[in-house]
């Protein structure tokens, strides 16, 4: 975050918390996975970074093509409002057992239907996504004067597709038959460090961690520019906190300052990250409120500048996050 110009005045976070994500996953079909016989069990797909520092993926929605940000941190893959009409979203079926509508950070979000949903060579049929506004996002692409995102893959289709994403180098590995078992191709762990990923009712990832010293969790987010940690956790360690003009967004929550506090040491598992300035916000009303307290509390996102500089990779499959020191 330091060392480099930021949005000026605000910040865009794409970050995707749902309380109720479980209804949605529970309750919806697998969604049929059609490939192409011919292809390998894999699909590589190449991502782009785009200057807000998310990875994006192309997609076709319904047969048009779409540009989605990757995001770990979404338990539920959504497509931006204004788009539902361009990609031809359907409602609901009143014979559905899919719940019409999910809260999302406190404020409730319809739920469509886009009945393909395709990923290079994977084809899901039917697949259900949150229609979310997604403005806070697009007035930063606009600022910057790069394409908006149409909509947020998340955790619900990298979770059966045993996804591996490779945060440094810029790739997003998907299983085309979830029955398939195997190492995914290509993937090489020597002089990484692994830890387990623990996966949430809601379908949030957290790994263990410590902030100079005190235990915390956090959580595994890719659509989080930066890493951002806890305003409350800090003050009860006593860490200075400076201001400064920027402020983050998320979705159906306002727009909230960002401070800097420099961390003495990050630990994320077994890498040790010394001397770091890192982003501070009032996490309350983006993760519950039970989840921000405790022995062991959520005291942040882990975001894309780490996950990016210490060559994190995210295997979904094995719930494992590999980093480098």
Do not use: W
Request: hydrophobic share 45%.
């Amino acid at each position: 975050m330091p060392g480099r110009p930021l949005l000026p005045k605000i910040v865009s976070v794409v970050v995707t918390i749902l309380f109720a994500a479980t209804e949605v996953c529970m309750a919806a079909p697998k969604s049929q996975r059609v490939s192409d016989s011919s292809s390998p069990r894999f699909e590589a797909l190449p991502l782009t970074r785009s200057r807000q520092n998310h990875l994006l993926v192309r997609a076709f929605i319904n047969g048009k093509p779409a540009l989605l940000g990757v995001d770990s941190g979404a338990p539920i893959s959504a497509i931006a409002l204004k788009r539902r009409a361009h990609f031809g979203l359907t409602g609901i079926p009143g014979s559905s057992t899919l719940p019409a509508r999910l809260q999302i950070n406190g404020a409730f979000n319809n739920v469509a239907i886009a009945h393909n949903f395709r990923l290079g060579a994977l084809n899901l049929v039917d697949e259900p996504v949150v229609v979310v506004d997604l403005s806070g996002s697009g007035r930063a692409s606009r600022l910057l004067h790069e394409q908006e995102i149409d909509g947020i893959l998340g955790a619900d289709i990298l979770f059966p597709t045993g996804a591996v994403l490779d945060c440094q180098k810029q790739m997003l590995i998907l299983k085309l038959d979830p029955e398939s078992s195997g190492k995914t191709p290509g993937m090489q762990y020597r002089g990484f460090r692994s830890m387990p990923i623990r996966v949430s009712e809601t379908y949030n990832l957290y790994v263990d961690a410590a902030i100079n010293g005190a235990p915390a969790r956090l959580m595994v987010d890719t659509g989080a520019f930066a890493t951002l940690l806890n305003r409350g956790f800090l003050r009860r360690l006593h860490v200075p906190l400076q201001e400064t003009p920027f402020s983050s967004s998320a979705v159906n929550l306002k727009q909230r300052g960002v401070q800097i506090a420099r961390i003495k040491r990050l630990s994320v598992g077994s890498v040790d990250i010394v001397g770091k300035d890192i982003g501070v916000v009032d996490l309350e009303g983006l993760i519950h409120s039970d989840l921000l307290r405790g022995s062991q509390p959520v005291a942040g996102l882990l975001g894309a500048e780490i996950l990016r500089s210490h060559h994190g990779i995210i295997d979904f499959g094995t719930r494992t996050l590999y980093l480098k020191n």
